[in-house]
């Protein structure tokens, strides 16, 4: 079966040399591909140009992404009515910069314009705008698909995970969500319309996530 996984994080430019992203590995999404090529499926891998993840890279087609516009769009390319499964496991950044402000000698605030802000600048005041959730167009684009969903919580208990992630299969309309982060704790869990499954382990997930596929197929 045709399979795309993303994985890994995206970054959002502040300037030229400096960027906001989050502590994603793309450890998860690279081991999860590598499995399904093993199994024989034929694995597109979009994976996070600053993932870290040691893991080696079996023979799936690969393309790296750098923000959330460029996965975003990278998705939307390849747009298509087949049934594939579609993995969604990239750890897309929330928010991205807006406008940057300079507090000059007087208190007063000017708009920074510069390639690189300078630290002999002093304080600076930055806007965060949220970025587009791309989880919640992928039905729209690959709408036969078998879509499966990330949820990592870090605040609440199981309850509110688990809230959060029936609520994630509600608006973006995903077949399966993953759940996971300190606020489940260990393991995982694998939210579809009948309940949950607690998983131990990221091999206990990778076998669960394949007997779906096959079942789907």
């Keep these: 079966m045709r399979c795309v996984m993303t994985a890994g994080p995206t970054f959002e430019p502040l300037d030229d040399v400096r960027r906001l992203t989050n502590f994603s590995t793309g450890t998860l999404g690279t081991h999860l591909a590598n499995t399904l090529t093993a199994a024989g499926h034929d694995v597109l891998l979009y994976r996070g140009k600053l993932a870290t993840a040691a893991l080696?890279?079996?023979?799936?087609?690969?393309?790296?992404?750098s923000t959330t516009e460029d996965l975003r769009g990278r998705l939307l390319a390849r747009a298509t009515p087949e049934r594939i499964a579609l993995f969604h496991a990239?750890?897309?950044?929330?928010?991205?910069?807006?406008?940057?402000?300079?507090?000059?000698?007087?208190?007063?605030?000017a708009l920074a314009m510069a390639g690189k802000l300078s630290t002999r600048d002093g304080t600076y005041l930055v806007e965060l705008e949220p970025t587009p959730k791309i989880l919640a167009s992928l039905r729209q684009w690959y709408p036969n698909a078998l879509?499966?969903?990330?949820?990592?919580?870090?605040?609440?208990?199981?309850?509110?995970?688990?809230?959060?992630?029936?609520?994630?299969?509600?608006?973006?309309?995903?077949?399966?969500?993953?759940?996971?982060?300190?606020?489940?704790?260990r393991g995982f869990g694998l939210v579809d319309d009948v309940g949950v499954q607690d998983i131990d382990s990221i091999d206990g997930l990778v076998r669960a996530l394949l007997d779906r596929i096959t079942r789907f197929r």
Excluded: M
Aim: proline share 3%; aromatic share 12%; with cysteine.
């Design 90 to 109: 990239a750890a897309v950044s929330d928010f991205r910069f807006g406008n940057v402000w300079k507090r000059d000698s007087s208190g007063n605030l």
């Design 147 to 185: 879509l499966v969903g990330w949820k990592y919580e870090v605040e609440g208990d199981r309850d509110d995970v688990l809230f959060h992630g029936l609520r994630q299969r509600q608006e973006c309309r995903t077949d399966l969500t993953v759940v996971n982060g300190p606020a489940w704790g």
């Design 56 to 65: 080696p890279v079996a023979s799936v087609t690969v393309e790296e992404f």
